[in-house]
Each structure stands twice: as structure tokens, then as C-alpha cells.
């Protein structure tokens, strides 16, 4: 069995051993706050890299995914600084912070609740602001086609689809099982492949991250009608952060009520970094689900 990452947007700035390497680290982190112990090299883990057509289609994402609006919103509408005064390095920073349990905000210093209440207070309103926008899919498409260039690609474009899915079919055979795990666009781009029929997978397990398949602009780009892959012949889990904007509903609507149910859990992120892989994947539950199925192969 082998497990399968597909990464979402704005990976453009890595290369493909760069973006591998900080899964990994974020990966191995939360390996080390479970009770059983695991080496990272018995998972036999792939991930294909597609960031680099971006600049082969000579295009820049726009979108800074801690905002789902242009950086200027912050500035002209709220009195205070909902941003670090010394934010943390982005890409290619070889420091993981531990995501840590949650704990009570009598606990914190007063100025960590301030600055807790504030990211929580940016990520009510990009929450509310998507919740809104998922009312009116074309105002969306709108917004996704501004900010998100990149996914609007994937979901519009057959010729970049295509390249998309050829790096990610490079690292899969249908005589293996898979463990496949996508991460917001990355979620999107493996539900597309995994039910595409000319392909015959066996898929042990399916986990999605930060998925905004919930979303009617991405499910109006789907092909019609919209059921659960037939080589997901195990679970599904879908895991949704409470502070993360993009992904502001669980899959268990229509067109998503599959049966067997897609497995929703409600998780905790960074409050500051609601969005990123950086909190999903070292995350206890979503660990045990990755490792769950190896574990049971060798009982």
C-alpha cells in the first residue's frame, strides 16, 4: 500500500523535493504525538508536484491565503492590525510549530488572547463572506477567477487539467492500493481523477483536507452527476478546519450524501494559518485516519 499527497495552490514558490520535504516534516511532527510509532518509511509516500505550470502558463496567483480578499481589505476597513508584527516566514522555512491542543483563553497571555481574538475575528468574516458568496455561484465564480487563478485553471482549462492529472498518474499503477490525501485544490484535482472510469484504481482510503468541494462554483465545473468514485473502496474522511474560510461546510449536502457517508470531522488549525497544510496534517485525527489502514494490514 502506498499513500499518495496531492497539494493544493499557490505552491509555485517550492520545487517538488522543497514541497515534499515540508509535508514531510509537518507529517513526521504529529507522527511523534501519537502512542504507536511509525516509520515514515515503511508508508511508501508519493507526491506529485505541479506547481511549475503555473509559471509554464505564465501565470501568478494573486490570492495571499491568509485573505480571501486582496491584502488592502484589512487595512481600509479594521481599526487594528489583524496581522503579526513579525509574521512567520513563509516557504521554505525549515521551522514546523507544533500544533498544540486547545486549551482554555484564561491560559493564554493577554496578549496572545488578543492576538488569538483577532485572527478568529478575520477568519469569521472571510467564513461568512464565502457562506454568502456559495449563495450566489456566477458572484463566486467571479471572485475564484480574480483571486484564484490557479484553481479557476484546473476547473476550466482541459489542457492544464490534463497536465495536471498526468503528473499525478506518473505515480500510480492500478495494481497498487493507495492511500490518497488532498489538500484544498488538491482535493478538488483527486475527486476529478479518481472518477474519471477510464481509470481502475484501488483506493483503501480517501482524505480530504480543507476541501472547498462543498462549494456550487466548483461542483458547477464537475461532471455531471456528481457520485462518489467506484475505486474508493474504503472509507472517506473529509476533514474541515472551524476557522478555515475556504472550507466553511462539511461534505454531507447534495450532491455529496453518498452512501456509503463521506466521514466529515470538524478540526482545529492554526488560527493564524487556518488554510494551510501546516495544521491538517499533523493533526491527531487526521494522522490516525493516514495510518489507520497500515496498521490493520499488519493485525
Not at 43 to 71: A, R
Not at 74 to 99: M, Q
Request: aromatic share 12%; net charge neutral; glycine share 2%.
Amino acid at each position: 500500500m502506498k499513500i499518495i499527497f496531492i497539494h493544493g495552490m499557490n505552491q509555485q514558490n517550492y520545487t517538488a523535493h522543497r514541497l515534499k520535504e515540508h509535508w514531510l516534516k509537518v507529517f513526521k511532527l504529529g507522527l511523534k504525538q501519537m502512542p504507536c510509532k511509525v516509520n515514515v518509511r515503511d508508508l511508501h509516500i508519493h507526491m506529485p508536484f505541479y506547481g511549475d505550470l503555473m509559471t509554464k502558463y505564465q501565470l501568478s496567483n494573486q490570492l495571499d491565503l491568509n485573505t480571501l480578499l486582496p491584502k488592502s481589505f484589512f487595512n481600509n476597513y479594521f481599526p487594528i492590525n489583524l496581522h503579526p508584527s513579525n509574521p512567520p516566514t513563509r516557504e521554505h522555512t525549515p521551522f514546523v510549530p507544533l500544533l498544540r491542543p486547545s486549551t482554555d483563553q484564561a491560559d493564554k497571555s493577554f496578549s496572545e488572547r488578543l492576538y488569538l481574538t483577532s485572527q478568529l475575528v478575520k477568519d469569521r468574516v472571510l467564513k461568512e463572506l464565502v457562506v454568502l458568496l456559495n449563495n450566489f455561484p456566477k458572484l463566486h465564480e467571479s471572485l475564484i477567477q480574480q483571486f484564484l487563478i490557479e484553481t479557476y485553471m484546473y476547473l476550466s482549462n482541459p489542457e492544464f487539467m490534463e497536465e495536471v492529472h498526468q503528473r499525478i498518474l506518473k505515480k500510480m499503477r492500478e495494481d497498487e492500493d493507495y492511500i490518497v490525501v488532498g489538500h484544498s485544490l488538491g482535493s478538488v484535482i483527486a475527486f476529478q481523477l479518481l472518477s474519471d472510469p477510464s481509470y481502475q484504481f484501488s483506493v483503501k482510503r480517501f482524505i480530504t483536507l480543507a476541501s472547498p468541494l462543498s462549494f456550487r462554483v466548483i461542483q458547477s465545473k464537475l461532471p455531471s452527476p456528481i457520485s462518489r468514485p467506484p475505486c474508493i473502496y474504503g472509507d472517506w474522511f473529509n476533514f474541515y478546519s472551524q476557522d478555515d474560510f475556504l472550507t466553511a461546510f462539511p461534505l454531507c449536502e447534495v450532491p455529496f450524501n453518498f452512501e456509503p457517508a463521506i466521514i466529515n470531522q470538524k478540526i482545529y488549525t492554526f488560527a493564524n494559518q487556518p488554510h494551510e497544510i501546516l495544521g491538517y496534517l499533523q493533526h491527531p485525527s487526521v494522522i490516525k485516519a493516514i495510518i489507520e489502514p497500515f496498521q490493520k494490514n499488519e493485525g
